[in-house]
C-alpha cells in the first residue's frame, strides 16, 4: 500500500516563500518519478516541478522555472517543492504524485499512478 502526504502549505503574502514537502512510504512499484501538480478552482491540474529519482533529472513548468526548486531526500523517502518569490497565481491545492513516467510526458496526470491528497498554498 502506497501513500504519499503532502505538508508544508499556507499563507503567504506576495514574494514570499514557502517549502512543501511529499512524504513517500510503502513500495511505489515500478514508479520512476515523483511530480508536483496544483489545481486552483475551476481549473485543471497542471504539472508544476518533477523528478526522475534515479538520475536527478529535474523539469519544471515554464511559469515557475527559477522560482520553485524540486528536490529529494533518499534517506526520508521525502520530495520537496521549495517555492519563492510567490505569485497570487500560484495560488491553488498542491498534490505530489508518483508513477512510472516516460520522459517528456512528466507534466502529464495520467503518467501518475499514486498521488497524495494534496495541500493548499494560498498567496495574496
Same mark, same amino acid.
Given at each position: 500500500?502506497?501513500?504519499?502526504?503532502? !505538508?508544508? +502549505?499556507?499563507?503567504? $503574502? /506576495?514574494? @514570499?516563500?514557502?517549502?512543501?514537502?511529499? =512524504?513517500?512510504?510503502?513500495?511505489?512499484? #515500478?514508479?520512476? !518519478?515523483? +511530480?508536483?501538480?496544483? $489545481? /486552483?478552482? @475551476?481549473?485543471?491540474?497542471?504539472?508544476? =516541478?518533477?523528478?526522475?529519482?534515479?538520475? #536527478?533529472?529535474?523539469?519544471?513548468?515554464?511559469?515557475?522555472?527559477?522560482?520553485?526548486?524540486?528536490?529529494?531526500?533518499? =534517506?526520508?523517502?521525502?520530495?520537496?517543492?521549495?517555492?519563492?518569490?510567490?505569485?497570487?497565481?500560484?495560488?491553488?491545492?498542491?498534490?505530489?504524485?508518483?508513477?512510472?513516467?516516460?520522459?517528456?510526458?512528466?507534466?502529464?496526470?495520467?503518467?501518475?499512478?499514486?498521488?497524495?491528497?494534496?495541500?493548499?498554498?494560498?498567496?495574496?
Amino acid at each position: 500500500h502506497v501513500q504519499l502526504v503532502e !505538508s508544508g +502549505g499556507g499563507s503567504v $503574502q /506576495a514574494g @514570499g516563500s514557502l517549502i512543501i514537502s511529499c =512524504a513517500i512510504s510503502g513500495s511505489a512499484s #515500478g514508479s520512476n !518519478s515523483v +511530480g508536483w501538480f496544483r $489545481q /486552483a478552482p @475551476g481549473k485543471e491540474r497542471e504539472g508544476v =516541478a518533477s523528478i526522475y529519482r534515479g538520475d #536527478g533529472t529535474l523539469n519544471y513548468v515554464d511559469a515557475v522555472r527559477g522560482r520553485f526548486f524540486i528536490s529529494q531526500e533518499r =534517506a526520508k523517502n521525502t520530495v520537496y517543492l521549495d517555492m519563492n518569490s510567490l505569485k497570487p497565481e500560484d495560488t491553488g491545492m498542491y498534490f505530489c504524485a508518483a508513477g512510472r513516467v516516460r520522459r517528456g510526458n512528466w507534466w502529464r496526470p495520467a503518467e501518475y499512478n499514486y498521488w497524495g491528497q494534496g495541500t493548499q498554498v494560498t498567496v495574496s
